[in-house]
């Protein structure tokens, strides 16, 4: 005999432990099921184990994917100030940390707390860890003439006639990512838009690297972009700049102003850093020439962290003397070559590090409304889709919006 139940909703990680509880609380008999053991490790290892759950600011201008607008109505119908409610409600301190972003005081934990209560409220039944072996939709077994899903699982047959995908992306195998949804999604013949790693550290060849490797561990503020200096103006202005830290690493580059970049960069691609923004460093280099007799490495040490400065002139005998001794031109060419720092990388850390997957399920398949896609009853939400945001907390709203508009859509049709 088949375990029956309106709803099964695949993956009890952000959307589909917030959809499931969603759905339950519409009156809706919802299975919740995970290969994992544990629910949501990606919610307890985000944000430094703090989890940046939201950012106050969220809007679709912080997402990207092939169509842009697709995010809208979800994000509209399910805001920041719809889940800080939530956590209100369930006395959960939090806090902003920078731009608009949200971290709880305590732990991650809180927030997997909340989730579980919310899918008790809403008499979710958990099975994990469980995995699927396959899905399947056709007429019932009983011989009633009724169509649904089959779902083979560890722990039998399950039939629904509604069923929800909520496997994430790729990124942290370790913890339980799969490419499940995608197999899904081309079974039932649904388009892909190739994944990728993204929010992810990016590396530089072993040789060009060997000067910046010493600086490991450097945190500075920088301007960064993917738009290389030869762009034409239109390129220019539509490139996205981020003004963020940038940390150096043994193998490349980190830090939130890298992995906001990696999203956007492609392969072969340079990408730009400007290592003193808002520093008039032609200006205070050659104003120093006048009145010093200080070493140019020390020089520059008062405008950028000293150990970048001493990576930088010791790979240049020429500016290896007093600033004094040096040509205005090759002081305006070092703050020229400081502000616009363009590096192509020759590859990422890849998805054992990435934060996220771009791509996904091809929005043109799904509806912006309900997440449903064009295979009757089947619904995809959260990362696995063709959405993904900005660093920032923008990920997780998009969890909860897509599983936000995801249960409405479960109840309304069941109700129909
Ligand atoms: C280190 C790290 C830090 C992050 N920090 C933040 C942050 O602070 N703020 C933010 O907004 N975003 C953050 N993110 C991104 C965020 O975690 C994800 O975008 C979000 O968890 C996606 O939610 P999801 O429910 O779609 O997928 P997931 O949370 O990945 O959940 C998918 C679930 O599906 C299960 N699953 C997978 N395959 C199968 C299968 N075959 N059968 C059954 N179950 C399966 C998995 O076990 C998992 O429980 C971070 C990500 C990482 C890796």
Not at 185 to 191: E, M
Request: aromatic share 8%; charged share 20%; hydrophobic share 40%.
């Amino acid at each position: 005999m088949a375990h029956k139940f309106d709803v099964v909703v695949v993956g009890a990680g952000a959307a589909g432990l917030f959809c499931a509880a969603q759905a339950g609380q519409r009156g809706l008999k919802v299975l919740l099921l995970d290969h994992s053991e544990k629910v949501a490790e990606k919610i307890r290892i985000s944000g430094g184990g703090r989890c940046n759950f939201t950012n106050r600011d969220a809007t679709p201008a912080q997402f990207l994917g092939e169509n842009p607008h697709f995010c809208r109505s979800a994000l509209s119908r399910y805001t920041p100030q719809d889940f800080i409610e939530l956590l209100q409600r369930h006395s959960i301190p939090f806090h902003e940390k920078h731009k608009g972003q949200l971290f709880c005081d305590r732990s991650a934990e809180d927030i997997i707390n909340m989730l579980l209560a919310e899918c008790d409220a809403g008499q979710v039944t958990r099975w994990q860890p469980c995995g699927v072996k396959s899905i399947k939709y056709g007429s019932n077994p009983d011989g009633t003439g009724v169509s649904s899903y089959q779902i083979e699982s560890d722990r039998g047959l399950i039939e629904a006639p509604q069923v929800v995908i909520a496997t994430g992306g790729l990124s942290i195998p370790k913890i339980g990512a799969t490419d499940f949804g995608y197999r899904i999604a081309k079974q039932f013949g649904l388009r892909l838009v190739e994944p990728r790693a993204a929010l992810v550290p990016l590396t530089f060849d072993g040789e060009a690297w060997v000067p910046y490797a010493q600086l490991s561990g450097l945190a500075l503020p920088v301007l960064i972009e993917t738009s290389p200096a030869d762009a034409t103006p239109k390129q220019r202005k539509k490139a996205v700049v981020f003004s963020e830290d940038l940390l150096f690493t043994h193998r490349g580059l980190s830090g939130p102003a890298v992995l906001q970049i990696s999203s956007f960069w492609r392969e072969g691609q340079p990408i730009r850093i400007d290592l003193a923004p808002g520093v008039d460093l032609p200006g205070l280099l050659l104003r120093a020439k006048a009145s010093s007799k200080k070493l140019i490495a020390n020089e520059l040490a008062t405008l950028v962290p000293s150990r970048l400065a001493d990576a930088w002139v010791s790979q240049d005998p020429a500016l290896q003397r007093p600033i004094s001794e040096a040509t205005d031109k090759a002081l305006q060419a070092l703050a020229q070559r400081l502000a616009g720092w363009e590096l192509t990388p020759n590859g990422s850390e890849g998805y054992k590090k990435a934060e996220v997957t771009t791509g996904g399920v091809d929005t043109r398949d799904l509806s912006s409304q309900t997440l449903e896609s064009k295979q009757p009853g089947l619904y995809f939400i959260g990362e696995v889709v063709d959405v993904t945001g900005w660093l920032g907390g923008y990920n997780f709203q998009w969890a909860w919006a897509s599983a936000h508009a995801c249960a409405e859509a479960l109840a309304a049709r069941a109700a129909a």
